[in-house]
């Protein structure tokens, strides 16, 4: 199996900051890496899929980038509702596999 | 509107079965690859098995051979029948949909499965 590897496992930040989040994958995956968002008691949430497409309905202020092994999750400005935990997944291969989880907490 | 709606859950002993349905709505259910997750409690998320729209079929080595993902089409709804249930597959399950290239795209909310003597 791909395993995928998040860092950080969890980070403090506040409403306004910039926060990047990174997975990475043990062998290539081409662009074939999602995030999702999720909050407690609630359903998962797409935010973006093929590495950097922003699933629609999803704030601008998500972005993603990266290819192969590497990729990042990057929030331009923290807004109160954002502070939940997120996930990598990549669909490279039919076994899919998500990162740990990374848990943006406020400061 | 899409909707998920998952069912089955429950509480059951070690070594039970178990077998959990979602029901889908709001989009063309024979279109779409279909998926369960679940979270174990304090856990992330895992991917337990899909089912694709055309029947391939893929289950997690954590559960395999002891899982049958389904579908039905004319019932709109997904199935997943697990045996031989431990402790440790104590979580809540979520079925989501993949769609156009988008893998996991929606999902439902989830029912709770829980494995204790």
């Known amino acids: 199996d791909i395993q995928m590897t998040q860092s950080p496992s969890s980070l403090s930040a506040s409403v306004g900051d910039r926060v990047t989040i990174t997975c990475r994958a043990s062998?290539?995956?081409?662009?074939?890496l999602s995030w999702l968002q999720h909050k407690p008691g609630k359903a998962p949430k797409l935010l973006i899929y093929g590495a950097s497409i922003l699933q629609s309905g999803v704030p601008g202020r998500f972005s993603g980038s990266g290819s192969g092994t590497d990729f990042t999750l990057t929030i331009s400005s923290l807004q109160p509702e954002d502070f939940t935990t997120y996930y990598c997944?990549?669909?490279?291969?039919?076994?899919?596999?998500f990162g740990q989880g990374t848990k943006v907490e406020l400061e | 509107e899409v909707q998920l709606v998952e069912s089955g859950g429950g509480l059951v002993k070690p070594g039970e079965s178990l077998r959990l349905s979602c029901a889908a709505s709001g989009f063309i259910f024979s279109n779409c690859g279909m998926s369960w997750v679940r979270q174990a409690p304090g856990k992330g998320l895992e991917w337990v098995s899909s089912i694709s729209r055309d029947n391939y079929i893929y289950y997690a080595d954590s559960m395999k051979g002891r899982l049958t993902i389904s579908r039905d089409n004319a019932k709109n709804s997904l199935y997943l029948q697990m045996d031989s249930l431990r402790a440790d597959d104590t979580a809540v399950y979520y079925c989501a949909r993949t769609s156009g290239g988008k893998p996991l795209d929606y999902w439902g909310q989830g029912t709770l499965v829980t494995v204790s003597s």
């Open positions: 997944q990549q669909s490279y291969n039919p076994s899919w596999t």
């Open positions: 062998q290539y995956i081409g662009t074939s």
